[in-house]
Structure formats: structure tokens, C-alpha cells
């Protein structure tokens, strides 16, 4: 069988983009909301407003990730 139309292979293709697309997001994700929130040197621990600051861009992002996906999906 042509390992192009092998259907497990593609699966795998698939799932593979699937996870660089997820770990790319997270990259993004980690470097936007650490540069707005994290604003001093970091300690031990995150203070309050850099956890609730973190925690709102991460939420907010997502957010937007899957409004545009949808929006992307609803053009096709």
C-alpha cells in the first residue's frame, strides 16, 4: 500500500500537527502573557497580581484562539 494513502499514517500526520500547533500556541501564549504580566525580576513564587494578571491573559487568549478558529471554520 502507498504510505500517502495509508489511512493510520495520515491519522498520525494529523494528530502530530495537531500537537506542534498546540505546543506553538502554548510558546505564544507563555511569551505574550509573561512579558505584559511579569514585569520585575521573579521570585520563588508569582505575587497575586502577576498570578491573576497571568491567569486573564492565558484565559483571554484562548479565547481568541478559538473565536478565530471558529471564524475560520464557519468561512469554509
Known amino acids: 500500500m ?8 495520515q491519522q498520525l500526520i ?4 495537531e500537537r506542534a ?10 511569551s ?6 511579569i514585569t ?3 521570585g520563588s513564587k508569582f505575587s497575586s497580581s502577576e ?3 497571568l ?6 487568549y484562548m479565547d481568541m484562539s478559538v473565536m478565530i478558529v471558529k471564524r475560520f471554520q464557519s468561512m469554509q
Do not use: H
Open 51 to 53: 498570578s491573576s494578571c
Open 55 to 60: 491567569t486573564n491573559c492565558a484565559q483571554r
Open 21 to 30: 500547533m498546540a505546543n506553538e500556541m502554548i510558546a505564544k501564549l507563555t
Open 32 to 37: 505574550a502573557c509573561w512579558d505584559k504580566c
Open 40 to 42: 520585575g525580576t521573579p
Open 2 to 9: 502507498d504510505a500517502l494513502n495509508n489511512p493510520q499514517l
Open 14 to 17: 494529523n494528530q502530530e500537527k
